[in-house]
T-cell receptor, first 114, second 111 residues
Framework: DAGVIQSPRHEVTEMGQEVTLRCKPI?????LFWYRQTMMRGLELLIY????????DSGMPEDRFSAKMPNASFSTLKIQPSEPRDSAVYFC????????????FGPGTRLTVT | KQEVTQIPAALSVPEGENLVLNCSFT??????LQWFRQDPGKGLTSLLL?????REQTSGRLNASLDKSSGRSTLYIAASQPGDSATYLC??????????FGQGTRLTINP
């Protein structure tokens, strides 16, 4: 298996632009997690899905952030409009439902907003 | 709200030393605790998982202990090697499906 795939690996954009991050979970996994990692706050859970349904989005920082999972093999995290404080590494992880301790992480997308 | 703290934030030791990384959490009601390794520019790799009913887990040169009542865990690395250089993260599962992470300890092993 190729593991969790994220794209792009690096994204540089200007403040105010829309940013879309993409994730392909491991085939057969039915839970998907989006995390954000910064020096100040460490690794934080933003949102997670079970069977394509958002279960907990309490970590989403504000309305500028939205996440979708249109099918079992694809998810997006969108920031619109982006701000410099959104600069971070965004990780996607997947697992089987009920197995949070068996999450497999993608390599991350490093986002820089100038 | 569950909070996880890791001390120290950074550690640099010469090769061959045994070392201990510390993790503390505020709420002892956890399902399990995990230690992860993160290499620069990479995702996280799970190292050890300790169920709430267990006291420790071992994998090769790594040993993780858990004391739920005091809200503490330690990761012991024996005979450290330069390849052990990475950031080590501790995470607890307080319930539901969430992982709550500490800030990590950045470890450097000097040859």
């Amino acid at each position: 298996d190729a593991g969790v795939i994220q794209s792009p690996r690096h994204e540089v954009t200007e403040m105010g632009q829309e940013v879309t991050l993409r994730c392909k979970p491991i085939s057969g996994h039915n839970s998907l997690f989006w995390y954000r990692q910064t020096m100040m706050r460490g690794l934080e859970l933003l949102i997670y899905f079970n069977n394509n349904v958002p279960i907990d989005d309490s970590g989403m920082p504000e309305d500028r952030f939205s996440a979708k999972m249109p099918n079992a093999s694809f998810s997006t995290l969108k920031i619109q409009p982006s701000e410099p404080r959104d600069s971070a590494v965004y990780f996607c992880a997947s697992s089987l439902v009920g197995k949070p301790d068996e999450q497999y992480f993608g390599p991350g997308t490093r986002l820089t907003v100038t | 709200k569950q909070e996880v703290t890791q001390i120290p934030a950074a550690l640099s030791v010469p090769e061959g030393e045994n070392l201990v990384l510390n993790c503390s959490f505020t709420d002892s009601a956890i399902y399990n605790l995990q230690w992860f390794r993160q290499d620069p520019g990479k995702g996280l790799t799970s190292l050890l998982l300790i169920q709430s009913s267990q006291r420790e887990q071992t994998s090769g040169r790594l040993n993780a202990s858990l004391d739920k009542s005091s809200g503490r865990s330690t990761l012991y690395i024996a005979a450290s090697q330069p390849g052990d250089s990475a950031t080590y993260l501790c995470a607890v599962v307080p319930g539901a499906q969430k992982l709550v992470f500490g800030q990590g300890t950045r470890l450097t092993i000097n040859p």
